[in-house]
Structures are given as structure tokens and as C-alpha cells.
DNA sequence: GGTCAACAGATTGTTGACAACATGCCGACA
DNA sequence: TGTCGGCATGTTGTCAACAATCTGTTGACC
């Protein structure tokens, strides 16, 4: 102890504003406090999060980067992006071929016991359908697919999958909630593990895009 | 006429100083002017680039997120990317599924124009070719692909084909270079026109996938 | 009544200065 | 002689003020 520099946490990764700002900013987009089309004004938006201008435009041309914001050109502001129908699309067309090709290397590659984890969080998802836990599903749902990217072991094809999934919620309508929509896809889900355990990457990469093919079809559906 | 606003060039793209030193950096970056590893010293590049260190950081930044330079954490600089060998393979395993995807749609939507203007730009890369003329082809070669990305009409798939260039052009080998990789190459890019034309998908994109594994096998065989 | 031009206000773009932190060096001590 | 503690330097992080530009409004003119 002693006088020392105050040691108020250690603060290990020590990140500087800007990232936490890209961070938080990303947050807020996410989860509808910062709607689509909402005009990101700087002034405002660092007085909000407790900053000055600088840190929070390298922010937000970051996210500018990442596809959460658009810029209108010079002196015409940022504003959240709006998806339009089209776009949406192509993101569960991409999406459709990174889950496949995840799916296919996990046949090839995934451990028995990452298997056995993918399916115990499977049978997870069914208790929480039967148990009309509607958010526990989707909280689920996210890890599950989060876990097969890590079993994967390819970083690259995470990263883009993650990036992708991040621009999609955009606009979450959430076309899962429904029982049925969710008993279809958990069977998917299952559908996808069971050729992954057969070690049979051809069908494993069919199952994975069939499947977000299929959110595609309950998104259309739900339009 | 008459007074008005001087019409100095309308510069209808006006674009402010961040994004244009961006790209500025991007270039140096692919063309070896600031190779791997490279240190980023923020008021030795803004003096350079004849701005100052606001708009240089919020242009380093962007470049942070599209993988062309590293952050080494709070207060320790940022440095031009060093890929290794596991990154770079994961970059053609990706762009290989996408390039396979491209084709696959290529091959259902392309029109017979488009498909022409791919078979000539084939021909040409063989005139290239058979002129001894590297560079050339190199150019030919990248415009062949970045027509393909802009028949294909699918704005996602072209904007993460694109980027995972990018990201491999960071150690470009030439490993083109060699008329026999040339020869190589430009056979895949006639086969892939061939499924295009006969509206074969599976074909195509198998081809598709398959030229860009070619790459890799040519990668490896030189590293 | 409609259109165009000039103006006022507000917002973004840019800059330079100040503060906080990491790195490397030097000297003291075991 | 090797290692540890303190210090000096340089670099990054942050901020507030200034300049340039866009947008909406008002008024005049056709």
C-alpha cells in the first residue's frame, strides 16, 4: 500500500475510449436504443457517453467500417443504417454459406466431446420450447451457433460469420419467437449435429445452409 | 456563370480528409511502401501526408478494423499486419467459398453479354500469357475476378470477396508470376466460363472453389 | 403563387496544445 | 556482476477552440 498510484484496478487491458465508445455504441445500435435511421449527432452522443468529440468519431467511423452506421458524405452527418430488403437477403445468402462450411469442418475436424456439447445444448433448446421460455431460446440459440464457430477453429470464418450476424440484427425481428418457427429450427439444429457426428461433411455443410436458408424463409414469411 | 460560387470542379464526391487518407494508407500499405510490421508513428505519418493527427487516427482506425493494421493495446502504437501462415490460409479457404458461390450464381443469372465479356478477358490473359507479359496478365487477372464480382450482382458476396483480398495482398507473393502458374490459373478461369455458359451451378462453383485452391496448392508450393 | 437567391444557424471537419502512459536508460544496491 | 528501482524521453490519448460547409428559412422578384 503505502501512497502508490492509488492501484484502483489494475485495469489489465487498459483500452483506450475509443474502443469501449465503438463498443457501447455498438451496444446501444443493437439493442434498439439506437434505431435505424436515428441521426448520430457528435456533440449530443459525447455529452451522453461522457466524452469529447474525438475519441467518439474514430468510434463511429468504425462502426462506419463495420456496416452498423452510414455516413452521407462530407459535413452531412452519420446516421444508423437502415437494411433494406435486398441487402437483408444477401446477408442470409452469405451467412448460409459460412454456416455450411462450418458445418463441414466440424464433421471433418470437431472433437467427440464438442460434439456431445453441441448436442447437450440442443437438448437445452428443446427444454427452453417446452418450457415457452422464448428468450432463453434465443440467448441459446446464439451460444449454440457461437460454439460451433469456435469447434470450428477457423477464425476467419467466424469473424465474417460475426460480423454478418451483428449487421442482421440491425433489424431483429424476432420471427423466432414463435413455438413453431423454433421447433423447426431446433430440428434443424439437430438435424445439422446428427451429420456432423456421422462424420459426414457433405451433408453437414447441406444441413447448415438449409438451415439459415430456412431463417431466410421465416423471415420472408413473417415480412 | 456569370458570379457563382467560383465552380471550382464541382467534386461532387467531396469526400472529408479521414476517408481519402484512408484509402491513401491502404495503398501504401498493398504496394509495399509500408511493408509488415511496419511501425506507425501518428505525427510522422500526418507530416507526411500533409494533415494532422486527427484525421490520420480516425483513418488508421478504420484500417484497424478492416485487418490491414494491428493495435498493440493503449499506448503502444499501432503497426502495419504481419499475417502468418495459418491466416493466410484461412483467407483462401474463404475466398474460396466465395468464389464458388459467385460462380454458382453467375451460372443461374449471368447474361450471355456478361458471359462473352468473361470469355474475352480469358482470351486476353492468354495473349498475356503467351507475350511473356506478367504484369499484364497480374492486371487482367484481377479485373477478370472483379468482373465476375460485378455480374454475379450480389453486393455482399463482392464486398467480402473484396476485403479478403485485400487482407491477402498484405505479403503478395507473386506466385503468379511463373508462366506455368499463369497457364495453370488461366486453364481454371476457362474451365469456370465453360460451367457458366452451359448454366451448370454445381459445376461452376465447384470450379470456383476449386481455382481458388489452386491458388493456395500454388501459395504453398512456393512459400 | 411559385421560384430563386441570400442569410442565419447549426453541425461537421480540422487543428494545435495538454495530459497520461509505456519504453528504455542509468545508477544504486545486493 | 546481475538485478531492481527510479527517471527521462517520446508517443499516444484526450480535449477544446477555430474554420468550412450544409440546411432550412426568409424575403424579393418574376
Redesign the pocket.
Known amino acids: 500500500m503505502l501512497p502508490g498510484p492509488v492501484e484502483h484496478a489494475p485495469d489489465r487491458l487498459?483500452r483506450?475510449?475509443?474502443p469501449q465508445l465503438t463498443t457501447r455504441l455498438e451496444a446501444m445500435i443493437l439493442d434498439g436504443t439506437l434505431p435505424p435511421g436515428e441521426r448520430?449527432?457528435?456533440?449530443a452522443l459525447a455529452d451522453r457517453l461522457g466524452?469529447?468529440?474525438?475519441?467518439l468519431?474514430e468510434a463511429l467511423r468504425a462502426l462506419e467500417r463495420e456496416g452498423l452506421v452510414v455516413?452521407?458524405g462530407?459535413?452531412?452527418?452519420?446516421a444508423v443504417r437502415r437494411l433494406e430488403a435486398r441487402e437483408e437477403a444477401e446477408l442470409y445468402d452469405a451467412r448460409a454459406l459460412l454456416q455450411g462450411f462450418c458445418c463441414a469442418l466440424l464433421a471433418e475436424r470437431a472433437t467427440e466431446d464438442g460434439i456431445a456439447a453441441l448436442q447437450a445444448r440442443v437438448d437445452a433448446m428443446d427444454a427452453a420450447i417446452q418450457a415457452g421460455d422464448a428468450n432463453g431460446y434465443y440467448r441459446q440459440n446464439l451460444d449454440f451457433h457461437e460454439a460451433m464457430l469456435d469447434l470450428a477453429g477457423h477464425a476467419r470464418t467466424a469473424a465474417l460469420y460475426r460480423s454478418l450476424v451483428k449487421e442482421s440484427l440491425l433489424t431483429r425481428r424476432r420471427t423466432l419467437a414463435s413455438p413453431g418457427n423454433m421447433r423447426d429450427s431446433n430440428a434443424e439444429h439437430r438435424a445439422m449435429v446428427e451429420a456432423i457426428r456421422a462424420r459426414d461433411p457433405e451433408t453437414a455443410r447441406r444441413l447448415g445452409e438449409e438451415h439459415v436458408k430456412g431463417g431466410k424463409r421465416r423471415w420472408l414469411g413473417g415480412l
Chains 1, 2 share one sequence.
Open positions: 487498459a483506450a475510449l475509443a448520430l449527432h457528435e456533440q466524452t469529447s468529440r474525438g475519441p468519431r455516413s452521407g462530407a459535413h452531412r452527418g452519420m
